[in-house]
């Protein structure tokens, strides 16, 4: 699969993830929703991703650093952020 394809799958999930952190800022509890969107992720990348720890690697330091400059004030989407990039670590071990 190319990068290009790669790189758009790459920010809809992201999307997806950075949705259920707004939404996180409003009480919801995404927790469940946030771990079916890292299984879709992994899956994806176990059977489509050329390299699929690259591409798990980087989807992980994307939110890892979205979750690094986000402001204190927001500690519920900073928490889904980082709690994807956690789940995304341990399916990539």
Not at 30 to 43: L, R
Not at 52 to 75: E, F, G, R
Request: hydrophobic share 40%; net charge positive.
């Amino acid at each position: 699969m190319g990068a290009q394809l790669e790189n758009y799958l790459d920010d809809e999930y992201f999307k997806k993830i950075e949705t259920l952190a707004a939404l996180s800022l409003y009480g919801q509890n995404v927790k469940i929703a946030t771990h079916h969107i890292v299984k879709d992720i992994c899956h994806f990348a176990r059977n489509n991703a050329d390299n699929p720890k690259a591409y798990l690697l980087a989807l992980k330091d994307q939110l890892s650093t979205a979750a690094k400059h986000t402001h204190p004030s927001m500690s519920g989407y900073k928490s889904t952020l980082e709690y994807a990039a956690w789940l995304i670590a341990i399916h990539k071990a």
